[in-house]
């Protein structure tokens, strides 16, 4: 199939500077600068259908427009618990089960198109454990040893604390 050459195009803030080889998909990746100076690899898909816009600047300016606007945000703002971290990683946010999540344990969820359990843990902003099981018992033993690995014994005296 012949590719749709996407090289000098504006897609949203990203102008496309040079073809970047083919994804696992078949879709033509494109190298592409976005208007604050930072480059970018993109499906050439997504930049067609309108997708993707930017290297992700337009997601960092709306979550810092909404910490400057969400009343809820604001609300919670200098609550020591919100704050509570281990090694730069935020122990709320790891322990805390989201309101969508129905296995029961955070971190911890079912994947309906693999049939399979999913554990995931991501620290400093990097999956530590993106990982699928056949059972939900093999899920939930990974996510907890990922905790324990990662934060150990810090982790344990901060709950303490924070209890």
């Known amino acids: 199939m012949k590719r749709i050459n996407l090289i000098n ?30 480059e970018v690899v993109v499906d050439g898909y997504l930049l067609r259908k309108g997708n993707t816009r930017s290297c992700g600047c337009i997601r960092r ?7 400057r606007t969400n009343e809820q945000l604001i609300a ?4 020591v618990n919100n704050l509570q971290q281990v090694n730069g990683t ?10 969508t999540n129905k296995s029961g344990v955070a971190g911890v969820s079912f994947d309906k198109r693999s049939q ?18 056949d059972t939900f018992n093999e ?3 990974a996510r907890k040893d990922a905790v324990e690995n990662n934060l ?12």
């Open 61 to 67: 300016e709306r979550g810092r427009e909404a910490m």
């Open 76 to 79: 919670n703002r200098g609550d």
């Open 139 to 141: 899920a939930v033993t």
């Open 90 to 99: 935020s122990v709320v946010a790891i322990m805390k089960k989201r309101k």
């Open 152 to 163: 150990g014994e810090a982790l344990v005296q901060s709950v303490k604390v924070g209890q």
């Open 9 to 38: 195009q504006r897609f949203g803030r990203l102008i496309v500077i040079g073809f970047a080889g083919k994804a696992k998909n078949g879709n033509a990746l494109w190298q592409c600068r976005c208007d604050c100076g930072q």
């Open 116 to 133: 399979r359990w999913v554990a995931r843990l991501m620290i400093r902003g990097q999956y530590v454990l993106n990982h699928s099981f």
